[in-house]
């Protein structure tokens, strides 16, 4: 089965630190570049980070570079986000995506992983 | 960035009726642009890619279209399990960025 599962969220404070993972099933993973996309009630759908299929080209979007980290270990089929020095308006709804082959976009996703950033 | 604006923000409209969401570009994007759904509780869903690409198993009542700045989406017959929330992105250059979505609901 195709699949893509988050985990690792949770309630944090204000300047803490999480790691969300995201195992990949039923397909090679090492071959297609993946994201992490976010969404609130507010700000809707937020794209993230990306990370290319071997690693050797990432990209952030501009709240969170330099407090996160986008990682993969194609041995393991799994997707990885650093979130360090988390802010209140980090708190979302984390989803992993993957790309279609060779097309930008987010053609399949997992169920999302809920981080409360709170005091 | 390339900013994403839809409308409407939400509409409402009967079952068979012919559906249309706009999305506009802030820049040429060429036909870089996404269609997602959405219903309650899940993750999206790619809709159309490459703006008229339709994925495989999307119902064929559903279309886009467009290029440059101005796209569309088409319900051609709204059907019941089509309530729910569409969104467009662009996939252009990073950021990328999505619309603010439109909330589809059937009477």
């Known amino acids: 089965q195709v699949q893509l599962v988050e985990s690792g969220g949770g309630v944090v404070q204000p300047g803490g630190s999480l790691r969300l993972s995201c195992v990949a099933s039923g397909f090679t993973f090492r071959n297609y570049d993946m994201h992490w996309v976010r969404q609130t009630p507010d700000k809707g759908l937020e794209w993230v980070a990306f990370i290319r299929r071997d690693s050797g080209q990432v990209y952030y979007t501009d709240s969170v570079r330099g407090r996160f980290t986008i990682s993969r270990d194609n041995s393991r089929n799994t997707l990885n986000l650093q979130m360090n020095s988390l802010r209140v308006e980090d708190t979302a709804l984390y989803y992993c995506?993957?790309?279609?082959?060779?097309?930008?976009?987010?053609?399949?996703w997992g169920q999302g992983t809920l981080v409360t950033v709170s005091s | 960035d390339i900013q994403m604006t839809q409308s409407p923000s939400s509409l409402s409209a009967s079952i068979g009726d012919r559906v249309t969401i706009t999305c506009r570009a802030s820049?040429?994007?060429?036909?870089?642009l996404n269609w997602y759904q959405q219903k309650p509780g899940k993750a999206p869903n790619l809709l159309v890619s490459d703006a008229s690409n339709l994925q495989s198993g999307v119902p064929s009542r559903f279309s886009g279209s467009g290029s440059g700045m101005d796209f569309t989406l088409t319900i051609s017959s709204l059907q019941p399990e089509d309530s729910a929330t569409y969104y467009c992105?662009?996939?252009?250059?990073?950021?990328?960025?999505f619309g603010g979505g439109t909330k589809v609901e059937t009477k």
């Open positions: 992105q662009q996939s252009l250059t990073v950021p990328l960025n």
């Open positions: 820049q040429s994007i060429s036909d870089a």
């Open positions: 995506a993957k790309e279609e082959r060779f097309r930008v976009n987010f053609a399949l």
